[in-house]
């Protein structure tokens, strides 16, 4: 396997992303396979961040610790993250002259302003440097600058290129081209960049999501971001609530009116969101919420990845009542399961809640096209109801009542009281029975429809790795590397957390000699998870919480032999 | 499991008390309802939580209703306006569901001045939790809780309402029946943006400070001369109170609704517009 890890660091607000979009997007044309993470402190200037990106022969599913390039705007950039490079491994620094044969100077700013006047294209310098190295021609990161400032102005589109060729032919003049060993471009190697923040707001879209709002918060406003930038092309009203309460009950009113409608939150938020969840678990909405976690309890770590929100999530809102809740692994499964929550919701007539983290907001990969065929859900609506109509009917079995939307024949009635088969509110003892019971009767056909854990593995693996949500591609990545150094290791993923499928699960579960629980938190929630639904009454667990994702590297040594 | 007591003799229509001015807001409202011409099945009630809250379940003829949380009325019926704006979307609810619960929703609501019909049942004070101060109980009102009376300044929703540019402002009381329902079919009548009717009413079992006399004597109708449009004398009779409450319409802005101002909404209601699309412009 060629695999090129390519750090790029500096103060926030120095365009590190910036830079790190220009290098992924050129890239994103040559036929290599790629992905980026990133790690940044919470504030607006300053800090230290930094953007990498893999570039590899192979699919990849997460970030790596060791870099193989630094490029580096700052000082403390260099000296803080010398240290992550490999033995040997490159830097490429903001200067004339170079004192090892490892530093790589380019005055990437002072270029672009000989050449255009301005240093705004000093990052296609860079980008057009890091190509060299790579021994890659310069025409691919070229054409997509042409094509990402084109249709701004000609100008423009034209000094990014000059920019992008000088830098690309300094570094051949200084005799560093072709430095990097660097994975050969592949023709069956085609896609499209998408992070995991907006694969969510497209799936969403597709899905037919007509109006989102939300309260913004690191890390899922990405998801919102994405939502709003796109409202026009997909019709989607895009509001930005007063505070997280507002928006979950703008949620709540959306789907009473028959609109697919969605928030996006992070744990803090999603705590004021749960009496909304509740009234949507007894009014029986379609809501749906992406919580993109990160580091608590309190404010926490705001621009880090956890996976601590899982019991919360299953927990949040008084009351008894079904939920799903879906953690996908991967940006594709990220646009898969916004969708496949969001039909969970309409089908079900309850709440669907959908776990993703900074970790998997933030990265960045090269991913096939999404199906064009994807179709908006179906919301299940009754649109020809007539007068008689009640809205909570109790049917004979699975506890989903036939639902109509305000504006035609039928009054649809809904209360956050407990109410009788038409929705008034009721305090008669068996109304409340019925219709708790009818609330909960969905559970067992939410159950039989979950979604089955993903097994990734030699199917005797002596070994297995349990693991959910973004920490799929840490996981999947150590099982290879323990497959390869000659362990037997398999991964079994859950991408759908709530109701589990018990028989599925215990299927894989036999005849291991070692069941471990990977996750990103201290108490190991999902392992409790397991307990408590009697599919693993023990297992080891492997931990990390310190903000950071994990590495399959870290998770192949900490396993130990 | 024992035998269910049956308690549907016992669970009376409506659930307030002899003499509450819910009542007469009731019977206004109904009137006004009927006289305005509007349909129910497309117009949509939505309440919080309170007495007053329970009003939808008791309007004949019946609407769409959504009785949703405590002080979340304005937000649920938000997201119903953006979903289907052909709806009419009306709010009833009591002073402590709207002004305090709910205060901050109250405030953006208005900023946004989207197209809702908000009647708040003002009686001054706390009542299905038995007696509390609410946001504008005035000063020195003494309850179980406030036992050294209420020393924090009473809210001024009419003032709040005014600054935003809220698109019809109007003060009531259930003391005049006839002015009470003329202010609501003015407000059912109004073409866009946010209606705030305030209402004053007696809570019979909790206020006995604030009666059907203390309000009567007290009313004073806005004279017609009076221009809505005029922001600061607008804001002058909203500071009025004590002695002389003025009532009537106190102010209008031809501010456009939040609904008017949606791109996304000009080709019609979101609810009408699920269909496919492709991804092609993504890829």
């Known amino acids: 396997m060629v695999d090129v890890l390519i750090r790029i660091a500096g103060e926030a607000g120095q365009g590190v992303v910036t830079a790190g979009n220009t290098l992924i997007g050129g890239l994103s044309g040559m036929g290599v396979h790629l992905l980026s993470t990133q790690s940044y402190m919470s504030r607006i200037r300053g800090g230290l961040n930094w953007y990498d990106i893999r570039v590899s022969d192979r699919e ?19 000296e803080v993250l010398s240290g992550s490079l490999i ?58 600058l042409e094509k990402l400032f084109g249709q701004k102005s000609r100008e423009l589109a034209d000094a990014n290129t000059k920019c992008a060729r000088a830098g690309h032919e300094c570094i051949k003049k200084a005799g560093f081209w072709e430095r990097l060993h660097a994975p050969l471009p592949s023709g069956s190697v085609i896609g499209h960049i998408w992070s995991g923040a907006a694969a969510l707001g497209l799936g969403a879209a597709t899905a037919g999501v007509k109006f989102a709002t939300a309260y913004p918060m690191s890390p899922s406003t990405a998801t919102f971001a994405w939502l709003a930038e796109h409202s026009d092309q997909y019709g989607i009203l895009v509001e930005q609530a007063e505070d997280e309460i507002a928006a979950v009950n703008m949620v709540c009113g959306a789907t009473y009116a028959g609109v697919p409608a969605l928030t996006t939150t992070s744990g803090g938020g999603f705590a004021l969101m749960a009496e909304g969840l509740s009234l949507a678990g007894m009014m029986e909405l379609p809501v749906v919420a992406v919580i993109a976690q990160r580091p608590g309890p309190a404010t926490g770590m705001p ?22 809740i879906y953690a996908p692994g991967t940006v594709q499964q990220g646009y898969q399961l916004i969708r496949t929550a969001l039909q969970t919701a309409h089908w079900y007539q309850t709440p669907a809640l959908l776990l993703t983290d900074q970790f998997l907001q933030d990265m960045e990969k090269l991913v096939p096209v999404f199906p064009e065929t994807d179709k908006p859900i179906d919301r299940c609506l009754d649109l020809d109801a007539g007068a008689e109509y009640q809205r909570y009917r109790v049917p004979a079995t699975g506890g989903v009542s036939s639902r109509a939307i305000p504006g035609g024949k039928a009054l649809v009635v809904v209360d956050s009281d407990e109410h009788d088969t038409a929705g008034h509110l009721s305090e008669d003892f068996q109304a409340r029975i019925s219709q708790q019971d009818k609330r909960m009767a969905k559970l067992a056909a939410m159950q039989a429809e979950a979604l089955p854990p993903e097994y990734y593995g030699p199917d005797t693996a002596e070994l297995l790795l349990i693991c959910w949500g973004s920490s799929y591609g840490p996981v999947r990545e150590a099982v290879d590397a ?15 957390i709530w109701p589990l499928t018990p028989d599925a699960w215990k299927l894989r579960l036999s005849g291991r000699r070692r069941i471990c629980c990977v ?39 900490r396993i130990g032999p | 499991m024992s035998q269910l007591l049956d308690l549907k003799k016992a669970d009376t229509i409506p659930a307030w008390c002899p003499g509450c001015g819910n009542f007469p807001i009731l019977k206004a409202f109904s009137g006004a309802f009927a006289e305005s011409g509007l349909n129910p099945e497309k117009t949509v009630l939505v309440s919080g939580i309170g007495q007053a809250a329970k009003l939808p379940h008791y309007l004949e003829p019946p609407c769409n209703i959504f009785n949703g949380l405590h002080g979340r009325a304005l937000p649920a019926a938000t997201g119903i306006k953006c979903a ?8 009833t609810s009591g002073d402590g569901d709207m002004y305090g619960e709910g205060g901050n929703h109250f405030i953006h609501a208005i900023r946004r001045n989207i197209g809702l019909k908000v009647f708040v049942h003002n009686n001054q004070v706390y009542g299905l939790t038995k007696g509390q101060a609410s946001p504008t109980s005035d000063e020195g009102f003494v309850t179980r809780i406030q036992t050294h009376g209420v020393m924090s300044t009473p809210f001024n929703p009419l003032a709040l309402a005014i600054v935003e540019g ?9 003391g005049d029946p006839v002015h009470l329902k003329a202010t609501m079919l003015e407000a059912l009548r109004q073409k866009e943006g946010f209606v705030l009717v305030d209402i004053l009413q007696p809570c019979v079992s909790f206020n006995q400070i604030n009666t059907y006399k203390w309000y009567k004597e007290r009313m004073r109708p806005i004279p017609p001369e009076h221009d809505p449009y005029d922001r600061m004398k607008a804001l002058a009779l909203a500071f009025q109170w004590g002695d002389s409450i003025p009532t009537g319409i106190i102010y209008r802005s031809r501010r456009p609704s939040f609904e008017s101002r949606q791109p996304v909404l000009r080709q019609g209601s979101l609810v009408t517009r699920i269909k496919q699309k492709t991804l092609e412009q993504h890829q």
């Open chain 2, 166 to 174: 809220c698109s019809m402002v109007a003060r009531t009381c259930t």
């Open chain 1, 87 to 144: 033995p040997g491994g490159l830097n490429l620094h903001d200067g004339e002259a170079s004192d090892s044969a490892n530093m790589i100077p380019l005055n990437a700013a002072k270029l672009a302003k000989e050449l255009t006047g301005s240093t705004l294209a000093a990052n296609s310098v860079a980008a057009g440097a890091v190509f060299s190295l790579l021994g890659y021609p310069s025409d691919a990161l070229c054409g997509y």
């Open chain 1, 303 to 324: 621009t880090r990845t956890a996976q601590q929100d899982l019991q919360f999530a299953l927990r949040a809102g008084h009351g008894e009542f079904p939920r799903a």
């Open chain 1, 482 to 496: 323990l497959n390869t150094s000659g362990r037997s290791a398999a991964m079994l993923h859950a991408a759908q």
């Open chain 2, 84 to 91: 289907n704006h052909e709806l009419e979307v009306i709010v």
């Open chain 1, 60 to 78: 990849c599913f997460a970030g790596r610790e060791q870099a193989d390039l630094l490029v580096s705007f700052t000082n403390t950039a260099r």
């Open chain 1, 519 to 557: 996750e990103g938190n201290q108490t190991a929630q999902f392992a409790a998870l397991l307990r408590e639904t009697g599919i693993l009454a023990q297992a080891e667990t492997l931990l990390r919480y310190d903000g950071m994702p994990f590495t399959g590297a870290e998770i192949a040594e």
